[in-house]
Nanobody
Framework: QVQLVESGGGLVQPGGSLRLSCAAS????????MGWYRQVPGKQRELVAI??????NYADSVKGRFTISRDNAENTVYLQMNSVKPEDTAVYYC????????????WGQGTLVTVSS
């Protein structure tokens, strides 16, 4: 089994910065990609950023402001959030896509990011 635990959420002022962390444990060899999604009540979960080793992809809404990175030695993926806006407020979920498993992906429990003055 693969388990993901997010941390780093909290309250931040507009224009500020925040770094989210996601630690993976278990059968990490099954992980083919990791990413961050976010969701607000009443809306679908939205892709924020994904890393597949040497490549990264970002939603248009966060390009130039957010950076995803991965520390393989620590089995951890990060989301550095800079110049945050109120519309970035959401529950942020870590996601891992899997191989060799009946489950195609696994989700963390989520961490709340609130951007407000």
């Amino acid at each position: 089994q693969v388990q993901l635990v997010e941390s780093g959420g909290g309250l931040v002022q507009p224009g500020g910065s925040l770094r989210l962390s996601c630690a993976a444990s278990g059968s990490i060899f099954k992980i083919t990609a990791m990413g961050w999604y976010r969701q607000v009540p009443g809306k679908q979960r939205e892709l924020v950023a994904i890393t597949t080793g040497g490549t990264t992809n970002y939603a248009d809404s966060v390009k130039g402001r957010f950076t995803i990175s991965r520390d393989n030695a620590e089995n951890t993926v990060y989301l550095q959030m800079n110049s945050v806006k109120p519309e970035d407020t959401a529950v942020y979920y870590c996601n891992a896509k899997l191989s060799f498993s009946p489950d195609r992906e696994v989700w963390g429990q989520g961490t709340l990011v609130t951007v407000s003055s």
